[in-house]
């Protein structure tokens, strides 16, 4: 009787090996894969990375760029790659609000109790967004195209751009990932964020040169990460790369790494 319930348990629980647990990699893609699917299912959240650049971008063009520059056409030359930076910077506060929420609604608990890679929900979900980010760049390349844009740097160097932005983007979704955690709501997050991003991209040099500002204001923003980042972009657009700033730009992505990663992965521990 004994030797016939142990079969049937030895059934029931099957009867193959373990399978061996999945690597840092691995994990960090399936987290990556979650990230997509949340964007499937739920595709209402590419909102911001289709209708927000397409409205930022005819907005800026058509309504102040005869008055800041004499013509639309003129103005798109310096505006394409500064908005390409204003709109890219901005929807990296949504890594917070999804960090948040899976916290609110308790995914966040359950998947941590997991037996992976520990970081692997963050570095997941990062790289999810960054798929956001780049859908973002797209769609605003297109858009300026189609109204008139010919960037000089040609291929390489929009390439080459982007692929900058998206480096400086990750590395400071690092900083949301942390405030996701600290912060008690979506609501919280957005405000926060919100407060922060729009003093960074507005007195920067995206919209008009620096040199047309109050003289009081300029040194504050040129030394504004976010003029860094468009004066990198718009240099590799127009073929001509500023490698001064564009070592900066890797600089200070290098440094919002190394100190808001590690504090986001301290914020992770202790929630346990």
Known sequence: MSTTMDAKVREAVGSSERPEPVGPLGSSLIFTHRALLKIKHVPEQLFDVTMFPILFTLMFTYIFGGAIAGSTGEYLEYLAPGILVQTVVMITMYTAMTINNDIKKGVFDRIR???????????????????????????????????????????????????????????VSWVWTLLGMKLRSPESVMGVSMMVLFPLTFLSNVFVPIETMPDWLQPAVENNPVSILVD?????????????????????????????????????SRRS
């Not at 070592?247 to 790494?257: D, H, K, Y």
């Open 113 to 171: 109790s997991l037996p992976v890679w520990r970081p692997s929900l963050m570095v997941g979900a990062l790289l999810g967004d960054t798929l956001r980010y780049t859908m973002a760049s797209v769609v605003i390349l297109v858009v300026t195209m189609l109204i008139g844009y010919r960037p000089p740097g040609g291929l390489v160097g929009v390439v080459a751009a982007v692929l900058l932005l998206l480096v400086f983007c990750f590395s």
């Open 232 to 268: 990198a972009v718009r240099s590799l657009m127009v073929g001509d790369p500023h490698g001064g700033s564009i070592v900066t730009v890797l600089v200070i992505s290098g440094v919002f790494v190394a100190v808001f990663g590690p504090l986001t992965m301290r914020a992770y």
